[in-house]
């Protein structure tokens, strides 16, 4: 009787000891777990505003240098050009040859200032639309002969994009292309635009080197023009995947759901 | 003086000694419930809807740990206090939880639970344990039932989306709370008829009640806290 008893307090005792350990540790583990997930979240957001940071920068840094270089062609090529043009014309014999010469030189002023304002704001957007703008850069890069490039974009879909967002993407896809041709060392490129209701996606495969998906980089470490693409892709809302392709190559998608 | 009598006596002095701390820890354990009674009067107009529900729950009750004191200090059964006690009890825990987790089917579930218990513990009282024993079958169901609340309550937490400084979470402290004291009184109710139980239940139910009472005062200090800091 009494050795039951003892049994008895003892399964109280120890009972009791063990249901509260349980108790305290699993409060003890709800405050760890959620001080790990503050710190965690609070890590997270740091890197998110170095992230917005560093963009910020690189957006004024390309704004300065796209700035730099349209002032560097007006004062060079322009500006050369018309000086040109008035010590030309200062001249007191005016000959047929001289007004020929000067009717040349106009042409190549009015050119430039046509490619920079194209540069600006391409003009084939609003006359093409994406597509066309899109099918009319390819066919443009194409005709260096350096790269066969191949391009599939339906002309006819009407694209359910705001302004902004189609300069955007033609800015990506012309930075895209201007890499390849620069860096890759390719022979064949494809570029596709595929379009759904509620999706705009332009695939660009190349047969070059390959190329280290920045994703996998830290932000300061990238580029200038990746910094400059990761803003427009980020100012749109859009998606930008890399992949290496095999044997070789690289495959970019940007997918951009429609508004 | 024999040496065996002086040991005889000796035991006796320790006996009594020690009998007056469980006595005076009784004493303590209800006296500790005025402290978040004072609280609840000094901050019940800073607290939320859902802590003003705990405040009249603690200022109930010091009203039946006196009760319950006067009552065994004059002679006259108290237990009927208790039993009272374990149906406002688990009827304020039923409440506040489905006030503090929001869902719909719980409130159903907590609603249909404090019926069916409230009418258990009447049950127990007139037939089962009986009016004038110490109702140790409820606050068994009572605690298992208060265990498994809390624990989906630190589940909820755990699973949430939203991340929370615990440590300044009124709620978090009145779960842990309640958490700790239903699983350590837990034994002490399922083996109640054992030997020596009138020693172990006063120490350890009293240092846990003290806590509780601990935890309910810093609970509704935080939450006005809250409120008076918007």
């Known amino acids: 009787m009494a050795g039951q008893q003892e049994i008895d307090i003892s399964i109280v005792i120890f009972g009791t000891v063990g249901m509260l350990t349980l108790a305290f540790s699993l409060v003890a583990f709800v405050v760890f777990y959620q001080r790990k997930r503050i710190r965690q979240q609070v890590a997270a957001a740091q890197r998110e505003n170095e992230y917005q940071r560093h963009l910020l920068n690189s957006i004024i840094e390309v704004r300065e240098k796209e700035q730099k270089r349209i002032a560097l062609e007006l004062h060079d090529d322009v500006g050369s050009a018309l000086n040109h043009i008035k010590m030309k014309l200062s001249k007191k014999d005016v000959d047929e040859t001289l007004l020929a010469e000067t009717r040349e030189l106009l042409r190549e002023v009015v050119g430039h200032i046509r490619d920079i304002s194209n540069d600006l704001l391409p003009p084939v957007l609003n006359e093409l639309g994406l597509n066309g703008a899109i099918r009319n850069l390819c066919r443009r890069l194409s005709e260096s002969g350096k790269i066969k490039l191949e391009c599939i974009a339906d002309t006819h879909k009407e694209e359910m994009l705001t302004p902004d967002i189609k300069l955007a993407i033609y800015r990506i896809t012309q930075e895209l292309l201007n890499n390849i041709f620069k860096h890759s060392n390719a022979t064949e490129v494809n570029v596709v635009v595929e379009q759904t209701p509620h999706n705009y996606t332009l695939i660009i495969e190349d047969n070059g080197d390959g190329f280290i998906p920045p994703q996998e980089l830290n932000f300061q470490s990238k580029s200038l023009g990746l910094k400059n693409l990761a803003s427009r892709v980020q100012q749109i809302d859009a998606e930008l995947k890399y992949e290496l392709r095999i044997p070789k190559g690289t495959k970019v998608t940007l997918t951009k759901k429609s508004t | ?230």
């Open chain 2, 1 to 230: 003086m024999s040496s065996a009598l002086r040991k005889e006596k000796c035991v006796k002095r320790t006996l009594i000694e020690t009998l007056d701390l469980f006595s005076e820890l009784d004493f303590w354990s209800a006296a500790s419930a005025f402290i978040p009674a004072l609280g609840a009067l000094l901050l019940f107009k800073h607290t939320s809807k859902t802590l003003r529900i705990l405040s009249v729950f603690v200022l109930i009750n010091p009203i039946q740990e006196f009760a319950a004191l006067a009552l065994a200090y004059n002679g006259i059964p108290n237990a009927f206090v208790f039993h009272l006690h374990t149906v406002l009890e688990f009827a304020f825990v039923c409440i506040l939880f489905s006030k503090i987790i929001q869902v719909k089917w719980f409130t159903y579930l907590s609603i249909t639970l404090c019926i069916c218990f409230t009418i258990f513990c009447i049950i127990n009282a007139l037939y089962i344990e009986g009016l004038e024993a110490f109702n140790f079958l409820p606050r068994g169901i009572e605690g298992i039932l208060a265990i498994i609340f809390s624990v989906y309550f630190f589940y909820r937490l755990f699973t949430a989306e939203e991340s929370l400084d615990l440590l300044r979470y009124p709620y978090f402290w009145l779960f842990a709370g309640w958490l700790i004291y239903f699983s350590g009184t837990f034994f002490l109710f399922i083996y109640n008829d054992s030997a020596g139980f009138d020693i172990i239940f006063p120490v350890i139910h009293s240092v846990l009640n003290i806590l509780l009472n601990l935890v309910y005062t810093y609970t509704l200090w935080l939450g006005s806290k809250k409120l008076i800091s918007r």
